[in-house]
């Protein structure tokens, strides 16, 4: 008879012991998300608003992933596959001018659009935008954008069995309608003034959802700061303690302590029966009233201490890892050596990059590209004779690019690209995107460096001139 062997290659952490606590239970992401999300959504907007180490996160988050705008440059070819300059620059000039006015209250331009979504993307984890046609007008494109906030779309309403946290799905899963509220249950408007809600529903086609999704079954999206709320929040009630410390202590230079018998320790007869308010605190000679059980103890200015400031640093970087930062971002700390430093820009510029194409695909260029360049074709706002020699299929081919990582070493940096460019492993227009500018202006003031010597040469030359010249 074989003898049972217990198993022991075996994943230890799914089995309980004294060390190793059963985890909670983890239920759909969908249910995660109705039970949290309000409170997450509400941490993290306070968090925003006070909290100096999350605002760091958020502007450091828009100004690389933004930064002054994300660059648009059409790429549309013929049919021999080549670049249609005139109608790329047609493109572009009629995308500036829609750009200057993108939202529907006609103030927004399209990098403050840009620069607000992508920060609502990461304080809540998703904002809603809904394409609204306006119809022909006369110098711009009839086409703007009117962004929703998430809690305009409840988590908790029920419209039907086939909406789900607001959302109607088909059985697919792929999205139908979206129902809206007409406005947010924390507007700013009297409770006896708010009419009942009356829910608008919304053609999926006319929707954008952007959102930061964690897990696979999940339909809304969650805030960036998830797993940092309360770290952040502890590190704010931390240096604000410190704050309070070290004002006590800059206050207050000496105590005066008494002993646990001192009520019963009797007075001196020249002191008995005297006001103890008549003495000045304020003066210094009351030390020498001391009596008997008192003694006077001067502090020391030991606030903040002295291993705050590393402590408080650890805790940055935990912030600046979850948020896909880096921690020299939001800390302004510089003083490591240049590969630390190259290492740490690096590994932040791949997170910003990786975020910056899902803001791209889901979007920038659905939003506030194509749509915009299909109203216009539409409205017949290009030249006929140049949209006759395009290729319909390239029509809305774009290069969508924002800010570029910064150079520590501009020389070498500098270098390796002249070095891909004569290699053939990157082009001159991408080179020139390589360090945030556009090949179209770069190309056009090109033209006029090189128009100037020549017109200066033409000009009639004077006496001093003709002389230096002989």
């Known amino acids: 008879m074989s003898k049972v062997v217990p198993i022991k290659s075996r994943y230890e952490a799914g089995f309980y012991s004294d060390y190793n606590p059963t985890p909670p239970a983890a239920n759909s992401a969908d249910a995660e998300i109705n039970a949290a999300g309000n409170n997450l959504r509400n941490w993290a907007r306070y968090l925003a608003k006070n909290s100096s180490i999350i605002k760091a996160v958020l502007d450091a988050r828009v100004a690389k992933g933004i930064g002054e705008g994300l660059r648009y440059e059409p790429m549309i070819r013929n049919r021999r596959g080549e670049l249609l300059t005139d109608l790329n620059d047609q493109v572009r000039r009629m995308h500036q001018r829609w750009s200057e006015r993108v939202d529907v209250t006609g103030e927004l331009s399209r ?66 309608r979206y129902w809206v509220a007409p406005y947010s249950q924390t507007s700013f408007m009297w409770n006896w003034m708010n009419p009942p809600q009356e829910w608008q529903s919304l053609p999926a086609a006319d929707v954008c959802h952007l959102r930061r999704q964690e897990e696979l079954d999940a339909t809304r999206g969650v805030t960036l700061f998830h797993a940092v709320i309360f770290r952040a929040s502890d590190i704010a009630e931390y240096q604000q303690s410190h704050r309070r410390a070290a004002r006590a202590s800059s206050n207050l230079f000496m105590s005066i302590n008494r002993d646990i018998g001192y009520d019963k320790t009797p007075q001196p007869p020249e002191q008995q029966g005297a006001n103890q308010s008549e003495l000045n605190l304020i003066d210094l000679q009351i030390i020498d009233f001391l009596r008997e059980g008192e003694s006077a103890q001067f502090l020391d200015h030991s606030n903040p201490n002295q291993n705050a400031v590393e402590f408080v640093n650890q805790e940055l970087r935990q912030v600046a890892a979850a948020c896909r930062v880096a921690f020299s971002w939001i800390a302004y700390v510089f003083d490591r050596a240049y590969a630390a430093q190259r290492t740490e820009l690096v590994h932040a510029w791949e997170m910003i990059y990786q975020d910056q194409t899902k803001f791209i695909q889901d979007f920038a260029k659905p939003c506030l590209y194509e749509e915009p360049l299909r109203m216009a074709v539409l409205e017949g706002r290009l030249p006929a004779r140049l949209m006759r020699q395009a290729d319909l299929e390239t029509l809305y081919d774009v290069r969508i690019e924002g800010p570029v990582m910064p150079s520590i070493d501009p020389l070498t940096d500098r270098q390796a690209a002249e070095l891909d460019q004569n290699m053939g492993w990157e082009s001159r227009h991408g080179n020139i995107r390589r360090f945030g500018r556009e090949p179209a202006q770069v190309d056009a003031e090109r033209d006029q460096d090189d128009f100037e010597p020549m017109t200066q040469q033409s000009l009639p030359l004077n006496n001093t001139q003709e002389d230096e010249a002989q």
């Open 111 to 176: 990098t403050e659009v840009e620069a607000l979504t992508w920060r609502d993307w990461d304080t809540v984890g998703e904002i809603f935008a809904r394409r609204v046609y306006r119809g022909r007008e006369p110098n711009r494109v009839g086409y703007q954008l009117q962004l929703i906030k998430s809690e305009m779309v409840p988590y908790g309403s029920y419209v039907g069995d086939d909406v789900r946290m607001g959302i109607e799905r088909d059985e697919w899963g792929a999205p139908i």
